[in-house]
């Protein structure tokens, strides 16, 4: 099985700066795809970042320019960048990982999720 552990999450304010880690443990083959998403109260959850094997990114339009996800392949985590936040960035943001277990089984794993305030 895989698991993963987030950290870095807390209360900023506006114009701040956060840097979210997840790190994944477990037997893994490999590791395809590594993202961020989060989910703010009354909300679905949506796509925040991902970024691939081969350091592909992409982002949501609402933090372009803002946040930025990156991944150590040799620790198996992925980090999510997050600048120039603002009250709406307030939400609980959730690392899910995609790849393959020994005879490449296929796996998909989320973290428990850290919160993020961003408030005066």
């Known amino acids: 099985q895989v698991q993963l552990v987030e950290s870095g999450g807390g209360l900023v304010q506006p114009g701040g700066s956060l840097r979210l880690s997840c790190a994944a443990s477990?037997?893994?083959?490999?590791?395809?795809?590594m993202g961020w998403y989060r989910q703010a109260p009354g909300k679905q959850r949506e796509l925040v970042a991902t970024i691939i094997s081969g350091g592909t990114t992409n982002y949501a339009d609402s933090v372009q320019g803002r946040f930025t996800v990156s991944r150590d392949n040799a620790e198996n985590t992925v980090f999510l960048q997050m600048n120039s936040l603002k009250p709406e960035d307030t939400a609980v943001y959730y690392c899910?990982?995609?790849?393959?277990?020994?005879?490449?089984?296929?796996?998909?794993?989320w973290g428990q999720g850290t919160q993020v305030t961003v408030s005066s």
């Open positions: 477990g037997t893994i083959r490999r590791i395809d795809v």
């Open positions: 899910n990982v995609q790849g393959r277990l020994p005879f490449l089984r296929p796996f998909n794993t």
